[in-house]
T-cell receptor, first 110, second 112 residues
Framework: RKEVEQDPGPFNVPEGATVAFNCTYSNSASQSFFWYRQDCRKEPKLLMSVYSSGNEDGRFTAQLNRASQYISLLIRDSKLSDSATYLC???????????FGQGTTLQVKP | NAGVTQTPKFQVLKTGQSMTLQCAQD?????MYWYRQDPGMGLRLIYY???????DKGEVPNGYNVSRLNKREFSLRLESAAPSQTSVYFCASSYPGQGSYTFGSGTRLTVV
């Protein structure tokens, strides 16, 4: 079983839609959680950290459920520029290194 | 601009050839990493260096070696390239134990 699992998609949504991505992690010792964004043929970039209390950054909301070992990302009012791959990332409690999910691809259509 | 610089951006090798991928960061980060990214596999850690003078194996180290030349530079060497090493390679850096990594723009390597 992969340490971080995501539905690869693709998710095809119209502009203005709300879309949610989910992610599960297997190691209960995981310390910190993040969402990274990767545009086609580009490097990953940090989108936001995920806190137990949930956090919001503009149209983006991230939530963490430690009991269920589950992380989510909600994007409201989708824009064409949101089209990208979203990587669920966990800071391993065992190694102190980032473990990346395979990513979920979002395509926002006009 | 501050960041992580990787060279080369593209490379084609024949099976059995060797090459070194270069990475340099000017963010004064202690930790540096080499990842490879393959379709459907996500990013997998090859080697990392927690600080200058130390290197450790990651998830997929076979066929690779690394050198942490100084605080800024961390190179990845393929001694005898194989088609299975065809991939996109990313270098990254961070402060130790932090989840905010800065990535280089990647090296697209094809081994034929």
């Amino acid at each position: 079983r992969k340490e971080v699992e995501q539905d690869p998609g693709p998710f095809n949504v119209p502009e203005g839609a709300t879309v949610a991505f989910n992610c599960t992690y297997s190691n209960s010792a995981s310390q910190s959680f993040f969402w990274y964004r990767q545009d086609c043929r580009k490097e990953p970039k940090l989108l936001m950290s995920v806190y137990s209390s949930g956090n919001e950054d503009g149209r983006f909301t991230a939530q963490l459920n430690r009991a269920s070992q589950y992380i989510s990302l909600l994007i409201r009012d989708s824009k064409l520029s949101d089209s990208a791959t979203y990587l669920c990332v966990v800071l391993s409690g065992n190694t102190g290194k980032l473990i990346f999910g395979q990513g979920t691809t979002l395509q926002v259509k006009p | 601009n501050a960041g992580v610089t990787q060279t080369p951006k593209f490379q084609v090798l024949k099976t059995g050839q060797s090459m070194t991928l270069q990475c340099a960061q000017d963010m004064n980060h202690n930790s540096m990493y080499w990842y490879r990214q393959d379709p459907g596999m996500g990013l997998r850690l090859i080697y990392y260096s927690a600080s200058e003078g130390t290197t450790d194996k990651g998830e997929v180290p076979n066929g690779y070696n690394v050198s942490r030349l100084n605080k800024r530079e961390f190179s990845l060497r393929l001694e005898s390239a194989a088609p299975s090493q065809t991939s996109v390679y990313f270098c990254a850096s961070s402060y130790p134990g932090q989840g905010s990594y800065t990535f280089g723009s990647g090296t697209r390597l094809t081994v034929v």
